[in-house]
């Protein structure tokens, strides 16, 4: 079982540019949502997908957006990007589309945002 | 809206000894769960023991346990018998549909 993967593990961007990262869930995992997580802070919630729909989003602005993918993979999507959204990246999974209250998330090791 | 926090940036620990990481958080729900999570350098965050707030026991995994008091809505975690492969920073975590996590406790465990 591979666990949660996600690409790239780092990047770096120039502001006002556009980024794309990846997901892939646990084997058997339907849900994924998605973290910010700046330096030295906790996790930030921006959203959840499930059943390829947006169900929960947390207060993040429109810039950032996401699609899941039919085999329950997901991208995380940024335009117009600010250097304060230079971040840690996690991806987590569970199952249920119910929130992730009941089910174990299970989270990726995150791709390393710079935006410069 | 609901908040976690986490009072402690640092810890401090010695090898074998018994440690305990504090967590409030803020919430108007009455069914909702509580994580601690742990993110060492690797960065992946690891779920280290879970809380259902309808059950009254309180939950234990191995050398991790919570002290979960729900009227006070506090949400500690005791780390016995500490081993260095337990350094890394810890997160406290709520959640009644979306997940709402602390700054984070920084634990070191001297040797």
């Known amino acids: 079982d591979a666990g949660v993967t996600q690409s790239p593990t780092h990047l770096i961007k120039t502001r006002g540019q556009q980024v794309t990262l990846r997901c892939s869930p646990k084997?058997?995992?339907?849900?994924v949502s998605w973290y910010q997580q700046a330096l030295g802070q906790g996790p930030q919630f921006i959203f959840q997908?499930?059943?390829?729909?947006?169900?929960q989003r947390g207060n993040f602005p429109d810039r950032f957006s996401g699609h899941q993918f039919p085999n329950y993979s997901s991208e995380l999507n940024v335009n117009a990007l600010l250097l304060g959204d230079s971040a840690l990246y996690l991806c987590?999974?569970?199952?249920?589309?119910?929130?992730?209250?009941?089910?174990?998330?299970?989270f990726g090791q995150g791709t390393r945002l710079t935006v410069v | 809206a609901q908040t976690v926090t986490q009072s402690q940036p640092e810890m401090s620990v010695q090898e074998a000894e018994t440690v305990t990481l504090s967590c409030t958080y803020d919430?108007?729900?009455?069914?909702?769960?509580l994580f601690w999570y742990k993110q060492p350098p690797s960065r992946q965050m690891i779920l280290v023991i879970r809380?259902?707030?309808?059950?009254?026991q309180n939950a234990t995994e191995n050398r991790f346990s919570v002290n979960f008091q729900k009227a006070a809505k506090s949400f500690s975690l005791k780390i016995s018998d500490s081993q260095l492969g337990d350094a890394a920073m810890y997160f406290c975590?709520?959640?009644?549909?979306?997940?709402?996590f602390g700054a984070g406790t920084r634990l070191t465990v001297k040797p």
């Open positions: 987590a999974s569970s199952l249920g589309g119910q929130g992730i209250g009941g089910t174990e998330a299970f």
């Open positions: 084997s058997g995992h339907d849900t």
């Open positions: 997908y499930y059943e390829e729909e947006e169900r």
């Open positions: 919430t108007s729900e009455s069914d909702y769960y």
């Open positions: 809380q259902e707030a309808y059950k009254q």
């Open positions: 975590a709520y959640t009644d549909n979306d997940m709402r």
